[in-house]
């Protein structure tokens, strides 16, 4: 670089690629992108800078049931209108869940709009998931859910404590990049995809679900899955892959907000949403909790076995879906067991998930040197729903870029 340069930095700004990449990756994504504007030198180098950033990242908040008076923002779309503003990925998948009462029972603004009997209107579910989804890129892929409670760690990274709140006043979206080498697609399969109780193969190809011999994991979620009919398409379903290489978990929820936040008709649709994941750098791992897991030390135990998969923990998310019925009423009182007992094992890796109403998955482990089946009996197929249990699952994406 001569001297001329170093006396106009208007120029080297505009001309030296490396000092303006080096610049840039100091800004986060909201940021960078308007910078790409100010020129093509600028536009290239925010691309690149943007294609090394796989880093996984999350938003989470406890919260209210009601908006503070001031305005009518509920409490996740409220943090994440915030927090987005400081994200250093651009997500290209977004998982979010939310306490089903914080959807349900959140106000417009009381101050402004109330019934005539003076009580505050309350503001549809599919409102606010509609808000907090224009907040993200058009393009991103996004499965919202609401449960009866949501475990989630809180914002910062892994080694903060996860929680387990119940009642769910708590919320957390998980922002996913593009990732080198990792493949996610989003999914909806309902009772109005099967023709004559059978599934459309180029539909279940499509979502990644059947014949894709790099799948690796499936993240599943039923809703309206009490309803008779279900339970043949939920075997239907989960036939498809259930098999050795493939890790599955996910549970029962009360709502579902996908996609371009329609909410589905609860009155006449059961089925499923959920986020398939392929890739050969993928490892994954799942064990089950079943009734005998009733005591922190038997937990802990549990977490022992899911610890000896040697998944490795960088770049790593953990997954927890538990049955409503077990937390701290089934721990004697003693709150945060499961989570505390994954933590234990696993001090650096996030946590997240919910309580709802019924769990799917069980004892699996998938990585590149070897797959074990424990749960599997006579049947050629695992048992994959359960009641009374917690499914925890970890799932690594592969080495950080």
Same mark, same amino acid.
């Given at each position: 670089?001569?001297?001329?340069?170093?006396?106009?930095?208007?120029?080297?700004?505009?001309?030296?690629?490396?000092?303006? &990449?080096?610049?840039?990756?100091?800004?986060?994504?909201?940021?960078?992108?308007?910078?790409?504007?100010?020129?093509?030198?600028?536009?290239?180098?925010?691309?690149?800078?943007?294609?090394?950033?796989?880093?996984?990242?999350?938003?989470?908040?406890?919260?209210?049931?009601?908006?503070?008076?001031?305005?009518?923002?509920?409490?996740?779309?409220?943090?994440?209108?915030?927090?987005?503003?400081?994200?250093?990925?651009?997500?290209?998948?977004?998982?979010?869940?939310?306490?089903?009462?914080?959807?349900?029972?959140?106000?417009?603004?009381?101050?402004?709009?109330?019934?005539?009997?003076?009580?505050?209107?309350?503001?549809?579910?599919?409102?606010?998931?509609? &808000?907090?989804?224009?907040?993200?890129?058009?393009?991103?892929?996004?499965?919202?859910?609401?449960?009866?409670?949501?475990?989630?760690?809180?914002?910062?990274?892994?080694?903060?404590?996860?929680?387990?709140?119940?009642?769910?006043?708590?919320?957390?979206?998980?922002?996913?990049?593009?990732?080198?080498?990792?493949?996610?697609?989003?999914?909806?399969?309902?009772?109005?995809?099967?023709?004559?109780?059978?599934?459309?193969?180029?539909?279940?190809?499509?979502?990644?679900?059947?014949?894709?011999?790099?799948?690796?994991?499936?993240?599943?979620?039923?809703?309206?899955?009490?309803?008779?009919?279900?339970?043949?398409?939920?075997?239907?379903?989960?036939?498809?892959?259930?098999?050795?290489?493939?890790?599955?978990?996910?549970?029962?929820?009360?709502?579902?907000?996908?996609?371009?936040?329609?909410?589905?008709?609860?009155?006449?649709?059961?089925?499923?949403?959920?986020?398939?994941?392929?890739?050969?750098?993928?490892?994954?791992?799942?064990?089950?909790?079943?009734?005998?897991?009733?005591?922190?030390?038997?937990?802990?135990?549990?977490?022992?076995?899911?610890?000896?998969?040697?998944?490795?923990?960088?770049?790593?998310?953990?997954?927890?879906?538990?049955?409503?019925?077990?937390?701290?009423?089934?721990?004697?009182?003693?709150?945060?067991?499961?989570?505390?007992?994954?933590?234990?094992?696993?001090?650096?890796?996030?946590?997240?998930?919910?309580?709802?109403?019924?769990?799917?998955?069980?004892?699996?482990?998938?990585?590149?040197?070897?797959?074990?089946? &424990?749960?599997?009996?006579?049947?050629?197929?695992? &048992?994959?729903?359960?009641?009374?249990?917690?499914?925890?699952?970890?799932?690594?994406?592969?080495?950080?870029?």
């Amino acid at each position: 670089m001569d001297i001329a340069h170093l006396k106009r930095p208007s120029l080297v700004l505009t001309n030296v690629a490396e000092v303006v &990449e080096r610049i840039l990756t100091f800004l986060p994504t909201k940021s960078l992108h308007r910078s790409a504007s100010v020129c093509r030198l600028w536009r290239d180098c925010a691309r690149r800078v943007m294609r090394m950033r796989q880093k996984l990242t999350w938003i989470s908040t406890k919260g209210y049931c009601y908006a503070d008076d001031d305005d009518d923002y509920h409490f996740l779309v409220k943090k994440m209108i915030v927090d987005l503003e400081e994200v250093y990925v651009l997500p290209e998948t977004v998982l979010y869940m939310a306490g089903t009462d914080t959807f349900c029972a959140q106000t417009s603004n009381r101050r402004k709009k109330e019934r005539r009997d003076g009580q505050p209107i309350k503001k549809k579910d599919a409102e606010v998931a509609a &808000e907090l989804e224009n907040l993200l890129p058009l393009e991103c892929k996004i499965v919202g859910v609401s449960c009866p409670g949501i475990v989630y760690t809180p914002m910062g990274c892994g080694a903060q404590r996860p929680l387990e709140i119940e009642d769910g006043i708590a919320g957390f979206a998980l922002l996913l990049p593009k990732i080198d080498g990792v493949t996610v697609k989003f999914f909806h399969l309902s009772n109005k995809d099967l023709n004559n109780k059978v599934f459309d193969e180029e539909k279940l190809q499509e979502a990644g679900l059947q014949d894709n011999p790099d799948l690796r994991a499936v993240l599943l979620f039923g809703y309206n899955t009490f309803k008779p009919a279900a339970a043949d398409f939920i075997q239907q379903l989960t036939r498809s892959f259930n098999v050795k290489n493939t890790v599955v978990a996910g549970g029962h929820i009360d709502r579902v907000f996908s996609p371009s936040s329609e909410s589905v008709d609860v009155r006449n649709m059961y089925g499923f949403v959920g986020l398939s994941l392929s890739g050969k750098s993928i490892q994954a791992a799942s064990i089950l909790l079943d009734e005998d897991v009733e005591t922190p030390k038997s937990a802990e135990a549990a977490m022992q076995r899911l610890k000896a998969a040697n998944i490795p923990e960088s770049n790593t998310l953990g997954f927890m879906f538990a049955c409503i019925g077990r937390g701290q009423n089934y721990y004697s009182r003693k709150e945060n067991v499961e989570a505390d007992a994954f933590r234990k094992q696993f001090p650096a890796v996030p946590l997240f998930g919910f309580f709802g109403n019924g769990e799917i998955g069980c004892d699996r482990i998938v990585t590149e040197s070897f797959s074990l089946r &424990e749960c599997c009996n006579s049947s050629d197929y695992d &048992e994959l729903l359960h009641g009374y249990t917690t499914v925890m699952a970890l799932i690594h994406l592969g080495p950080v870029k």
